[in-house]
């Protein structure tokens, strides 16, 4: 077929539902995750590194009134919840929002959006792994009196006040670790894959409910006074201050749209993806808003700025004893373990996706058919996360995996009203957003802007060569090898 320019960019993917009931064949993904496993996977992805870390940055800027960001972050990650239970309804396969351009906005987007992906797990990944490092040292320091020699847990390439370092052999050497344990764990198959992070993420959220009932002991209402912050030198005041926050605190929600990356290993994933995401949601937005009301009523606001190990230190403050924090620095570790394991298995999920609709190489599909998963894909993968963590700061992370996020998020929202459009009157009863396609979707996008605003021009930039390595990919081997050119 001879196809315009313009027609090979906006070709889009048939959707076909016939078949998601089927059982794996042998040279596909398995059909073997549950509904309850799969809800574990987006609160394992979402609960992590951000709940132990994000206070100490949000509440030196909203003080008490951090509640309300935590509930603006948790309104905005929601918004596109939705759009997601929709969209995996329809179209129940690997690759979340890639899956869902390339049936709806056409097969360019879909691969821009597949760039925004790959850089936010990967990323996520490494920061992830980082973290772990950080809260391995403070347990081993609490529970053993050793800690990890600076030479072997600090980067290469830092961060500092005056610009980027390079230390000359430093290495960090428990990410690459922590990244070696999710590889072993992930080419044994997704299910046992899927079922070690279900005890993980329980093991996690029991350690939460221990922080809050501890911390809750030592409750004080006079803490709460006055609720929004005053210009204490940050210009942050009022509701200035709780939108400030809820930028910092809309991280601790990453992670939701994993769920959706698993939509071709999933039992009747047309009714369990969906009710995945939204359980995920309201699991998340409980505990966090449980964490934020304990922390704040157990200490003063203006003792958060730079508290290190803010949580694990409330709780030696307020029972005085050095056991509790020991404790919450385990639930950590398993914490952090478990977010880096499902982000891991995101980004290999998505390149599968990628490689089987031909627009990159053909190994990233190539599946294993004694454990049913993409071995070579996920070594690759590894490789890749084990070596940034390995050497960079994660400081260098975070805003690039905030700018893919949000992006993949307004894609995913764009996405909506055109499969809406497309089905037409013959759409497949099933989940729907409320208030037709325009209100949820537009409200998303715009949280979406509201929050990409506050990102550095150094995100920017780095996003932009990011973006145009990507669509010169995708010029020099995606478009002709594409299955659908």
Known sequence: MNQTLVQKLTRTKPVDNKNTEQASSSN????????????????????????????????????????LSFLIAAITAGLTALCYAELSFRIPASGSSYSFAYATVG??????????????????????????????????NNAFGWHIPELLRTPMIVSTAHGIEIHTGHINLPPIILVCLCCVLLVRGAKESATTNAIMVLVK?????FFVVIAFSGFDINNFHPFFSPDGGTHFTGMAGVTAAAATVFFSFIGL?????AGEEVR??????????????????????????????????????????GLAVILQNVTGQTWPALVLAAGAVISVFSVTLVTIYGQTRILYAISKDGLISPSFRKVSARTGSPVQNTLIVC????????????????????????????????????????????????????????LVPGLSIAACLYLMFGLSMTTYTVFVIWMSAAILTYFLYGMRNSRLN
């Open 257 to 261: 749209d994993t769920v959706a990356t």
């Open 383 to 438: 490789i890749v996360v084990g070596l940034v963590a390995g050497f960079v700061d994660a400081t260098f992370l975070w805003d690039m995996v905030s700018m893919g996020t949000l992006t993949a998020f307004i894609v995913v929202s764009l996405a909506v009203p055109v499969m809406r459009r497309k089905e037409g009157p013959s759409a497949v009863k099933g989940f729907r957003v409320p208030g037709g396609p325009y």
């Open 205 to 209: 959220l029991a350690i939460l409910i």
């Open 28 to 67: 596909g993904l398995h059909r073997s995750i549950g509904l309850f496993p799969l809800t574990m996977i987006g609160v394992g992805a979402t609960i992590g590194t951000g709940i132990f870390f994000t206070m100490v940055e949000a509440v030196p800027k909203a003080g008490p009134s951090v509640i």
């Open 268 to 309: 009747n994933p047309t009714r369990n993806v969906p009710i995945g995401i939204l359980a995920a949601l309201g699991i998340v937005t409980l505990f966090y808003m449980l964490v934020a009301v304990a922390a704040m009523g157990a200490q003063p606001a203006a003792k958060f700025a730079g508290q290190e190990a």
């Open 107 to 140: 097969e360019f987007l879909a691969f821009i959006m597949a760039a925004c992906l790959l850089l936010e797990y990967g990323l996520a990944a490494s920061a992830t792994a980082i973290g772990w490092s950080d809260y391995l040292n403070n347990f081993l």
